[in-house]
């Protein structure tokens, strides 16, 4: 059984389209994540839900719009994509905090042409 | 600021051989701090932690973390590596306020 899921693995689309990556876990954790990982290898939080609110929202374009519509989904909506927005994004989830372990997607790799 | 410092990019070392990867940070206080591992095509994992206590940390598939407090630092090590170890090795802290920061991360390379 897949722990955190991811959908779809690739995605590649045009500057300017909206798309989303949907994330589901197994696990009967409260909290769920986005990450970006760059071109680097560079991974950085994005956004954090707990129980279906926002906890951790970084800095980061309101083109993102993360949607929790129970503790087992958490997707992601990016409008007007940009070539920058390409990137492996991970959904993970934990118990409680990010301090607990959390445990990761398979990654969604978006592609902007 | 705080900040997560992995200073090697990339290691080589041969099937069998020893293992350090290095860790610094830069947090005023002592703050949480992991190691997880990325395989290729994968997600990441938890390999080990640290919260409070004993500064030497095993983990997941022989590893083990030492926290140095003199020198803010969380090197991963592993007596002997295995092929099956090449992977992409993340140093992480938590820090007050639930914030979360991953190291650049260091490419672990193993010659057969």
């Known amino acids: 059984d897949t722990a955190v899921s991811q959908t779809p693995k690739y995605l590649v689309t045009q500057m300017g389209n909206d798309k989303s990556i949907k994330c589901e876990q197994n696990l009967g954790h409260d909290t769920m994540y986005w990450y970006k990982q760059d071109s680097k290898k560079f991974l950085k939080i994005m956004f954090s839900?707990?129980?279906?609110?926002?906890?951790i929202n970084e800095t980061v374009p309101n083109r993102f719009s993360p949607k929790s519509p129970d503790k087992a989904h958490l997707n992601l909506h990016i409008n007007s994509l940009e070539l920058g927005d390409s990137a492996v994004y991970f959904c993970a989830s934990s118990q409680g905090n990010p301090f607990n372990e959390q445990f990761f997607g398979p990654g969604t790799r978006l592609t902007v042409l | 600021a705080q900040s997560v410092t992995q200073p090697d990019i990339h290691i080589t070392v041969s099937e069998g051989a020893s293992l350090e990867l290095r860790c610094n940070y830069s947090?005023?206080?002592?703050?949480?701090l992991f190691w997880y591992v990325q395989s290729p095509g994968q997600g990441l994992q938890l390999l080990l932690k640290y919260f409070s206590g004993d500064t030497l940390v095993q983990g997941i598939k022989g590893f083990e973390a030492e926290f140095k407090r003199s020198q803010s630092s969380f090197n991963l090590r592993k007596p002997s590596v295995h092929w099956s170890d090449a992977a992409e090795y993340f140093c992480a802290v938590g820090i007050t306020g639930n914030q979360f920061y991953f190291g650049t991360g260091t490419s672990l390379t193993v010659i057969p």
């Open positions: 839900y707990n129980n279906k609110e926002l906890i």
């Open positions: 947090y005023g206080a002592t703050p949480y």
